[in-house]
Every structure is written in C-alpha cells, then in structure tokens.
C-alpha cells in the first residue's frame, strides 16, 4: 500500500517556475514507477511525465517537454516535478501517481493504481 500526498502548488505568472512534491509513505515506494498527471476543468485526465524506480528512464508529454523535469529521491520517498516556462495551458490540478507493484514507466493513466489528493495549479496570463 502507498499513500501520496502532493504540495507545492499555487498560484504564478506566465514565464514562472514551481516545483511539486509528492511525499509518499511505505516501504515499497523505491520498488514502483511514479507518474504525474493534470486535469483542468472540462478536460480529461492527461499524462504529463513518468520516471522509473531508478531514475533512469523518464518520459514527457510532447506538451511539457523541455519545460518540466520529473525527479525523485528514494532516500526521502518522494517525487518532485519542476515546471519551468509556465504557460496559461498548466492550468489543472495535478496528480501524482504510483505504479506499485510495476517498475517501468507508463503514460496511461490506468496503468497506475495510487493516487494523490491533487494540487492546484494556475498560471496567469
């Protein structure tokens, strides 16, 4: 069992910067893949980067590409994701997402089976 809990959202200007954490309790969180995803109001879900257990692999939305950058320190359970360049389109809740029992990195959102609470997001233009 993994619990997630997300921080660090909040309000910031086109062209800003913020970084999300998601702090994650249990023992297996360096055996899973970790993912973030964002829903903005009247859209669906949308993957937004992904990382392995190791941290070697990571994979983007075509959308956050060069923008974004998905971390994690196993040593402190948790995932970050730094968000450069922010765009009025950033606008969701974000979600933080784990892949336990699996390893390697997904894009699909069923593909994850834990799930934080979410943090807000907005970019004013």
């Known amino acids: 069992q993994v619990q997630l809990v997300e921080s660090g959202g909040g309000l910031v200007q086109a062209g800003g910067s913020l970084r999300l954490s998601c702090a994650a309790s249990g023992r297996t969180f360096t055996t899973t893949a970790m993912g973030w995803f964002r829903q903005a109001p009247g859209k669906e879900r949308e993957f937004v980067a992904t990382?392995?257990?190791?941290?070697?692999?990571?994979n983007y939305a075509d959308s956050v590409k060069g923008r974004f950058t998905i971390s994690r320190d196993n040593a402190k359970n948790t995932v970050y994701l730094q968000m450069n360049c922010l765009k009025p389109e950033d606008t969701a809740v974000y979600y933080c997402a784990a892949r336990l029992p699996y390893s390697s990195t997904s894009y699909r959102s069923v593909d994850y089976f834990y799930w934080g609470q979410g943090t807000q997001v907005t970019v004013s233009s």
């Open positions: 990382i392995n257990l190791s941290g070697g692999i990571t």
